[in-house]
């Protein structure tokens, strides 16, 4: 049994587009059949939201039914977005006004992603070690926040710029929770990648926040790496790495680097955590919308079926968040050369936590 008392747990679930339906069904699934004999109980509110909404109603996220979701005591969020070739959207728009303004204004800065490499998985990598890491990307500044625009447009001196934002409060905060997240851990390293080389207004900041932080966490080994070194690093060396903290946009590139090589996109979980619980937190796979294979049942919900565990975790309910994790564990070691449907791998790791 739980630790966490007793409690109906309000969810908002958005499953949005393309794959992120299929792979939601499976994470419900999963946190219905966990929570059936535990004192937690979900009541669900879904919210048709994303780039299908979009084309149908011409809404991205209306002020009310932000509102609405600010009510709720966490968020399970699918993928949202149109295939990249698609002109019938415009590029970001629904990236930008759905899930960026949620990130935003529900004031996620921690965008928490874990790494690992569970036994039985084949990770594409000769010698991938042990690999058990976290990334601490932060959620609310960077490249993401939309500070640019275009000059000239559609003539041959054409500008554009993409400011990336940094405050000191803003990584102070994601600093500062890196550091806890890593004195948790066993191995206490953290790694601060950035690229000061370069980009040396921000690079410095994080440099001189980190630097500054360190001393209240003196059994924290500190290492430094620039963003495209850490790529290197993460394909030959991937054990070396234990919490990373980073930007919004080196963050997000990275995780998918490390989704790779602890054996695919599929298995790579999220939660956008507002630390101080103002707002709720909101729980989605790594991955997007992968319109590719969307419809077809051929998307692996093992990453939403991650995050819905991750927000067990975060709302205090371990025991479950821990069966989650270890039906996922064992049905990952057991899955070479199976080809299943979305729906059966979710009933398989539904059925192991009930
Ligand atoms: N959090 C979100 O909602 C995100 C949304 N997007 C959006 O999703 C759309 C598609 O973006 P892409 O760049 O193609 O990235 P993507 O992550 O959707 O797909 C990249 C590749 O990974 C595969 N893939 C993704 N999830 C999978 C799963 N669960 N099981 C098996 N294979 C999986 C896809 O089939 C595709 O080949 C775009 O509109 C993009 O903006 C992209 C990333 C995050
Ligand atoms: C706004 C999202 C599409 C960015 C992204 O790719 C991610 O958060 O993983
Ligand atoms: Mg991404």
Known sequence: MSEAASKV?????????GIGPEVTAEAVKVLTAVTKDSPASFDLTEYSLGA???LQTGETLPEETLAAIKGHDAILFGAVGAAPGDTAIPSGLIERELLLKLRFNLDHFVNLRPSKLFPGVASPLANPGDIDFIVVREGTEGPYVGNGGSLRTGT???????VSLNTAYGVERVVRDAFRRANDRPRKKLTLVHKHNVLVYAGKLWKRIV??????????????LHV???TIFLTTDPSRFDVIVTDNLFGDILTDLAAAVT???????????NMEGTFPSMFEPVHGSAPDIAGQQKADPTAAILSAALLLHHLGFHAE???VEQAVEADVAGRSGQARKTAEIGDAIAAAVS
Request: hydrophobic share 45%; net charge negative.
């Open 263 to 273: 054996g695919g996109i599929g298995l790579a979980a999220s939660g956008n955590i």
């Open 228 to 230: 495209d070194a850490a």
């Open 156 to 162: 041959a001196h054409e500008i554009a710029t993409e």
């Open 52 to 54: 299908e909404h979009w």
């Open 211 to 224: 630097d500054e932080v360190a001393p209240e966490f003196p059994n924290v080994a500190v290492d430094y």
């Open 9 to 17: 747990i309000s969810l908002a679930v958005i499953p949005g587009d």
């Open 321 to 323: 968040a821990e069966r």
